[in-house]
């Protein structure tokens, strides 16, 4: 991980009046009701977490902000609105490369408010503007119109359809690719 990475993953970001913190163990508790939400998995394989402390376990492998291997950097923030609660989170993976991957979760009862386009929106700039950083995708279920309306607000364009790219829930799931074209 490059030392601009390396210092983004800990870097405190604003999105307007949302705070985005960089993920830490002691979020669980705040994140756990809107991340138990069985709506928010319907298009991912992943399920709710069981219990806060599974979910504290989680963030605790998380704010290592590394993976295992040291190939891919991980850069996770828990987004914070003006209440002080939390709305959700969101997660880029930066591969060896330099290539990132997003991905987020915004709570039900904060969606359809822009929260998910201005905190995405300030991880992709930050993303953007670190020069180890060579290319920004998503990979989005394409029956999930809402994650792609958020990436083409923000300046993605579909690469691809990947057939049949999971299966769970009990059925395939086809993604699309999304790139972020980085003029630089």
């Not at 591969?95 to 995405?120: E, H, L, N, P």
């Amino acid at each position: 991980m490059s030392p601009a990475i390396a210092a983004l993953a800990e870097t405190v970001l604003a999105a307007g009046e949302l705070r985005l913190e960089p993920l830490r163990p002691s979020h669980a508790e705040g994140l756990f009701d809107g991340l138990a939400d069985p709506t928010l998995y319907r298009f991912i394989p992943q399920q709710p977490p069981a219990d806060a402390a599974t979910l504290r376990a989680r963030f605790e492998r998380l704010a290592a902000r590394r993976s295992p291997a040291g190939d891919q950097a991980w850069l996770n923030w828990a987004i914070r609105v003006p209440d002080h609660s939390y709305a959700g989170l969101v997660e880029a993976t930066v591969g060896s490369s330099g290539a990132a991957d997003i991905a987020y979760f915004v709570f039900r009862r904060c969606q359809g408010r822009g929260i998910g386009r201005r905190a995405v929106g300030a991880v992709v700039a930050a993303l953007a503007a670190e020069p180890a950083v060579t290319a920004i995708g998503a990979s989005i279920d394409t029956r999930n119109a809402a994650s792609i309306a958020l990436v083409e607000a923000l300046g993605f364009e579909r690469t691809g359809l990947i057939r049949n790219a999971d299966h769970f829930k009990g059925g395939p799931s086809d993604e699309f690719r999304y790139q972020l074209p980085l003029r630089r």
